[in-house]
């Protein structure tokens, strides 16, 4: 069996807490695979008896980079609604070319974008001089794909770049998305045990990549500025800007319960629900849009298809048909 835990020190934990974390709350990703998906979900750590949810510390970003645990981080600081970067996922068939593309691209304009390897495409990461407005970030990301013609996720898209920050703002209480924090290790790569990712920038090791993420020339305030002037996002991807992370109840439910959440990928959320493909729809080859089911925010276990799907459809096209109920006799 691989092991992939490296030696991290404390000054290592620094420049990456310097270069990365926007705020204290963080993600932590499921060192075990969900019995049902074999997905590695990130989960939020809870307040317990009355206390604060544990803040990220200077030791637990010496644990991801070890490869002990793996973080997910946040884009935006809730108190001042910027970001230190910009980071743009892409993972679908040819994603790298896109992610190059847009690479090129952002060089013409004097940014130096560090690209961080994925499953089948990668991270683009822009940082900035001094942490920038979430909205500031988004527009100069937005149009400067759109310029290049790229897919951009959300908008009748299902595939295509994400972009974090997802939000333009939070709202009291809110998080945002969370991103994989880079140099740790992945825990649904490849492998059971898991899998890091580096930098196409420098050497594979750790410290090479954090002193070439220390030297990439950051974005000054000015410049983004001059870049968005007279700029604002496109309308049609506000209101996607609203999904928040994950549906809040999702974690709560025990894990042989029968979650449509499994099996769902959510696109977007319409008011007070999450709407997706309706999976019985799509075993006839409908709803290509992916908007048939409507899945609640508040009580994910009640969902509905609006082209009259009965719930035994849906579960017997997930392949979870509903047991009927048996009694003692
Ligand atoms: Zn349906």
């Given amino acids: 069996m691989r092991d992939h ?4 020190t404390a000054s290592m934990a620094e420049s990456f807490y310097r270069i990365f974390v ?3 709350a963080y993600t932590l990703q499921s060192t075990r695979p969900h019995p049902d998906t074999g997905r590695h979900y990130y989960y939020r ?3 317990r008896g009355g206390e604060a949810p544990p803040a990220l510390g200077l030791e637990t970003v010496q644990q991801h980079l070890a490869g002990e645990l793996t973080l997910g981080i946040y884009a935006i600081n809730p108190h001042t609604q910027r970001s230190k970067w910009v980071a743009i996922d892409a993972d679908y068939k040819n994603a790298l070319v896109d992610l ?6 952002l060089q013409q304009d004097g940014v130096e974008p560090a690209l961080e390897k994925s499953n089948r495409g990668g991270h683009l990461w822009i940082f900035f001089e ?3 407005l979430a909205r500031d970030c988004r527009v100069y990301i937005y149009h400067t794909a759109l310029r290049l013609g790229l897919p951009i996720k959300g908008a009748g898209l299902p595939e295509g770049l994400e972009i974090f920050p997802r939000q333009d703002e939070l709202g009291e209480g809110e998080f945002g998305n969370a991103i994989r924090a880079p140099l740790g290790v992945h825990r649904g790569a490849r492998e059971s045990r898991g899998w890091r990712f580096w930098f196409y920038g420098a050497d594979y090791t750790l410290g090479d990549q954090l002193a070439y993420l ?3 020339q950051k974005v000054s305030a000015a410049l983004l500025a001059g870049y968005i002037a007279g700029k ?7 209101q996607h800007a609203k999904r928040p992370e994950a549906p809040k109840h999702y974690f709560s439910s025990p894990a042989k319960e029968f979650r449509i959440l499994d099996y769902v990928h959510v696109e977007r959320q319409v008011g007070r629900n999450w709407i997706g493909r309706c ?3 799509a075993a006839a080859n409908r709803d290509r849009s992916g908007d048939n089911l409507a899945i609640s925010v508040e009580a994910p276990r009640k969902y509905i298809c609006w082209a009259g799907c009965t719930k035994e459809m849906i579960r017997i096209a997930v392949g979870r048909p509903i047991q009927e109920k048996r009694y003692e006799l």
């Fill in 5 to 8: 835990r490296l030696h991290a």
């Fill in 22 to 24: 926007n705020r204290r």
């Fill in 45 to 47: 750590l809870k307040a």
């Fill in 100 to 105: 190059v593309n847009l690479q090129h691209e």
């Fill in 130 to 132: 001094q942490p920038a």
């Fill in 214 to 216: 220390c030297r990439v």
């Fill in 232 to 238: 604002t996002l496109p309308d049609e991807f506000v």
């Fill in 279 to 281: 999976p019985s729809c």
